[in-house]
């Protein structure tokens, strides 16, 4: 299986902040790579599919970038909506496997 | 306006057999596959298996022994059986709508299961 690994774990910033959260595969995922966004109780929804591609809805201060095996989502100024935890998932390769979460909390 | 909407038993016993099932309204059944996937307290979500609207199927190899992933396209549903369970099923299970290239991009509520003597 293609491992995902996130950095960081949580994430404290505030309202207005830049926030950048990491996400390393295993091996090359090439451009298959998602984000999603999960609030507290609850489901995950996609925010980004193909490394860079917002979904329908989805507001223009996300970002994301990479290739390969490293990706980055950005949110160039954080709102009081963004605080959640953030998931990074690889669909190149069977099984589909997701990254361990990003939190992003107030300071 | 699609809607996944979940249900199953939320509180089992070791060795039983655990039995969810997602509803699909507003349309696109055919269109696309559906995805069981879970996410433990504390840790990562985990993709389950996935079915087709034919009722071809692709499990984790990590569950492959214990999963049964079935489809009724007449009702535009899908369920989940998870055989022999343990604490470690312990989970929120999610059913989710799932693209051709294998993003999930519309998802069920979730339904907390918990694995308990």
């Known amino acids: 299986d293609i491992q995902m690994t996130q950095s960081p774990f949580t994430l404290s910033a505030s309202v207005g902040d830049r926030v950048t959260i990491s996400c390393r595969a295993s091996d090359s995922v090439n451009d298959w790579l998602a984000w999603y966004q999960q609030r507290p109780g609850k489901a995950p929804e996609l925010l980004i599919n193909?490394?860079?591609k917002l979904e329908s809805g989805v507001p223009s201060r996300f970002s994301g970038s990479g290739t390969g095996t490293e990706f980055t989502l950005t949110i160039s100024s954080l709102q009081p909506d963004d605080f959640a935890t953030y998931y990074c998932q690889q669909y190149r390769t069977f099984p589909w496997t997701f990254g361990q979460g990003t939190k992003v909390e107030m300071k | 306006q699609v809607q996944l909407q979940q249900w199953g038993a939320g509180l089992l016993k070791p060795s039983e057999t655990l039995s969810l099932t997602c509803d699909v309204s507003g349309g696109s059944f055919s269109a696309y596959y559906w995805s069981w996937i879970r996410q433990s307290p504390g840790t990562r979500l985990e993709w389950i298996g996935e079915?087709?609207?034919?009722?071809?199927?692709h499990y984790n190899p990590s569950l492959k022994s214990r999963v049964t992933i079935s489809v009724e396209t007449t009702k535009d549903q899908f369920s989940l059986k998870l055989t022999s369970v343990t604490a470690a099923d312990t989970a929120v299970y999610y059913c989710?709508?799932?693209?051709?290239?294998?993003?999930?991009?519309?998802w069920g509520q979730g339904t907390m299961v918990t694995v308990s003597s």
């Open positions: 989710a709508r799932t693209t051709l290239v294998r993003t999930f991009d519309l």
């Open positions: 079915v087709w609207p034919s009722g071809n199927t």
């Open positions: 193909k490394v860079s």
